[in-house]
């Protein structure tokens, strides 16, 4: 396994380090130790690495990840996992705002709380969060999943696409456009696959399914005058 | 961008260290506002009467005769101790208002940066490091205190223009942030009689909270009816003569950390300035709520 303390390295030595692997490495285990909430950690990888974090991060932890399997042991600061495209991250703390901005693919688990707009303009990716998740999430959502455990914010899927929403508890209100919708079986089954996945021990059945009314995407000649 | 730091001690035994914990805070937060920098520290330890914290842009001068000047006007028994750009004038309260007029009417090249029994502000232009070694913030003791790096945008990067903003006894305001109705709220106030004494826009909330307490309202009430009368992106954080106070605008796009041991609440707008604070991997740590008020007390 290679370590790397940021006590002693730089953050562009590891990053460098980390992006030179290239998908066939046999170095596949990483730890990084006293991170002291250093942002843009790991970015950029695309190599099936196995990276541990150990401690909380700050600012684009992960961002754009391809293929890494990336575990924090800590809280992330804002836009963790911003434009993932695939791969696996999971934050055993919680979650600053906008946690897998744009994302493409990939899974993001927070095992603790989201801040507001998580899952802004996802395209993609599968986003779970254990705890709740604040204002503004999945604004713009236009493909993928966000399961939250917990509750959600105001304005839950403003002018939202075709993102899926699933959130066990309360909604503090929906945004514009976004509704609830019917739980199909086609739609259980993501869900069920997505709670294994991340480690979540909560039963399908308690969820509900929130999604796009569709009326935003055309323009309604009678709503001219709000423009 | 600007970033701010605050901490508010419980546990007496860290008084001592108050300075240099919070200078490292300050100084990792450069990279969020490296313009000017600036400190208000809460310290009345010895309760020693009012003191009255003056700033001259060219002190070897206008410090020379500042304590007979001061002394022979009003009669007052004060101390006056100068460091770098500043000076703490110490006297007994009943003479603050007299002394205050004074400096206003016969001393136009000094600025008062803070009144009350407990503040004292320090703030130039400069890198945050370089400020807070020209002070020897790292030296200084009190019970809590706050801290500002700025990255103009609202108004010139100038010593009057560096936070924190004091506009009442006691009282001052750090931000993070901007405000879009300060000027029609700067005109509503000195209609009020509350006068702000440069354009920006932060010093119009720091007296906006001052207004507001002089009408009888506690930190929390103040803060919470800036909700609806302050309209633009901000963190604030408050500091008065026993805590300080935070909240975050409704949609709360700037950043902001909490930190609680039993020893200390600790404030940073990244997580990066809390981590070299005593026991902070045992700290409860949370993002505070948008549109929602905290403070602590002594």
């Known amino acids: ?227 | 961008m600007c970033g701010i730091v605050g901490l508010f001690l419980k546990d007496k035994s860290l008084e001592p260290e108050l300075g240099s914990l919070l200078t490292d805070m300050l100084v990792t937060m450069s990279d969020r506002g490296p313009d000017s920098a600036g400190i208000a520290i809460y310290n009345n330890l010895k309760k020693q009467g009012s003191k009255i914290t003056i700033q001259s842009m060219n002190p070897v001068e206008d410090f020379k005769e500042i304590k007979a000047q001061l002394t022979q006007l009003s009669g007052a028994d004060l101390e006056v101790r100068i460091v770098d750009t500043h000076a703490i004038i110490t006297l007994d309260s009943n003479y603050k208002d007299k002394i205050k007029q004074i400096l206003k009417s016969s001393f136009a090249n000094l600025r008062i940066m803070s009144i009350g029994d407990s503040i004292e502000i320090y703030k130039e232009v400069g890198l945050p490091e370089e400020v807070a070694d020209r002070f020897e913030l790292s030296k200084m003791v009190g019970s809590h205190g706050v801290g500002h790096t700025r990255m103009a945008t609202e108004s010139a990067v100038t010593t009057l223009g560096a936070h924190p903003f004091s506009t009442g006894e006691d009282q001052c305001l750090v931000h993070n942030g901007s405000l879009s109705n300060h000027n029609s709220l700067r005109r509503k106030l000195a209609r009020l009689g509350v006068n702000c004494e440069t354009d920006n826009d932060t010093e119009v909330a720091a007296a906006y909270i001052t207004h507001k307490m002089n009408d009888g309202f506690n930190l929390g009430d103040a803060l919470n009816a800036g909700i609806s009368d302050l309209d633009g992106f901000y963190t604030f954080l408050v500091g008065t003569k026993n805590g300080f106070g935070v909240l975050r605008d409704p949609i709360a796009c700037k950043p902001a950390v909490l930190a609680e041991t039993e020893q200390y609440v600790a404030f940073g707008s990244e997580y990066r300035a809390l981590v070299n604070l005593p026991n902070i991997d045992h700290a409860k740590i949370w993002e505070p709520e948008p549109a929602t008020v905290y403070f602590w007390e002594h």
């Open chain 1, 1 to 227: 396994m290679e370590k790397i303390d940021l006590a002693t390295s730089s953050l562009r030595e590891l990053n460098e380090r980390l992006q030179q692997q290239s998908e066939v490495t046999n170095e596949k285990q990483w730890e990084v130790v006293n991170p002291k909430g250093a942002h843009a950690i790991a970015v950029g990888l695309n190599a099936p690495l196995e990276l541990l974090i150990k401690g909380s991060t700050g600012y684009y932890c992960a961002g754009m990840n391809q293929h890494a399997q990336i575990t924090v042991q800590g809280s992330v600061g804002p836009g963790v996992c911003e434009n993932m495209m695939s791969g696996s991250v999971f934050i055993e703390g919680d979650a600053s705002q906008y946690a897998g901005a744009t994302g493409h693919g990939g899974l993001l688990t927070i095992k603790g709380n989201a801040a507001s707009r998580c899952g802004i303009s996802m395209k993609g990716i599968n986003i779970v969060v254990h705890g709740n998740i604040g204002h503004m999430s999945a604004f713009m959502g236009q493909s993928g999943n966000l399961v939250v455990l917990g509750n959600a914010g105001d304005a839950l899927g403003d002018s939202l696409y075709e993102a899926r929403l699933f959130i066990r508890g309360k909604v503090s209100s929906l945004g514009a456009d976004c509704i609830e919708k019917e739980m199909r079986p086609e739609h259980r089954e993501i869900l069920q696959d997505l709670l294994t996945k991340s480690g979540a021990d909560a039963n399908v059945a308690d969820f509900k399914r929130y999604g796009s009314a569709r009326k935003l995407y055309n323009f309604d000649i009678d709503n001219a005058g709000d423009y």
